[in-house]
Structures are given as C-alpha cells and as structure tokens.
C-alpha cells in the first residue's frame, strides 16, 4: 500500500511537470513559409539533417512552415527515402539468399 501511494504520487508529479513545462512558441516573422515541396524535400534529406545536426546549428524541421502542407511533405519525403532504403535492403537480401 505504501508503494502504491508513492508510485501514484510520482505519476501525479510527472504529470504536473510535463504540463507545466509546455512552451508557446514565437511569433515567426516570415514571409513566405515553407511548404509542400520544402517539406517534401525536408523530410528526404532529415537523415542527412539529424547526422549534421550533430555537429552544426541546424534543424531537421522547418520551423516556421506553413501548416499542414509542409507536415504532409515532410512525411511523404521520409516514406519515400526510407522506404527506399528499405526495399533497397530488402532487395539485396533476397538476391543474396537465391544465390
């Protein structure tokens, strides 16, 4: 009994902390946000983006970008690249077993 009120006190705590910690972000100051194809191309090259975002400023996110336009790009983007790789993989795979 008496671990089930800490746990339940620490799952209250954490909750409290992850509402608290919610930031409002700026107001961008942009003319003309990225959108769809920006997205597109965002989410194709966010490997590359993560591995330099490792060592330089940069972000594998447009921020600001236009809204749902830019999230559905970035999506599509990733799923193409990645699904690449994967079917690439995948093809190298079977040709290596049916050898």
Known sequence: MKWRG???LLLLLALVLSLASCATQTVPNVHKP???????????????????????DT??????NSGSGYD???VFGAAVFYGGIAALVAG??????SA
Request: no cysteine; proline share 5%; hydrophobic share 55%.
């Open 92 to 97: 190298r795979s079977r040709a290596k077993a």
């Open 34 to 56: 990225p959108g769809l194809l920006m997205g597109l191309l965002h989410g194709f090259i966010s490997l590359f983006s993560l591995i330099g975002s490792l060592f330089f």
């Open 6 to 8: 800490l746990a339940v």
């Open 72 to 74: 559905v790009g970035f």
């Open 59 to 64: 972000r594998i996110y447009g921020f600001p």
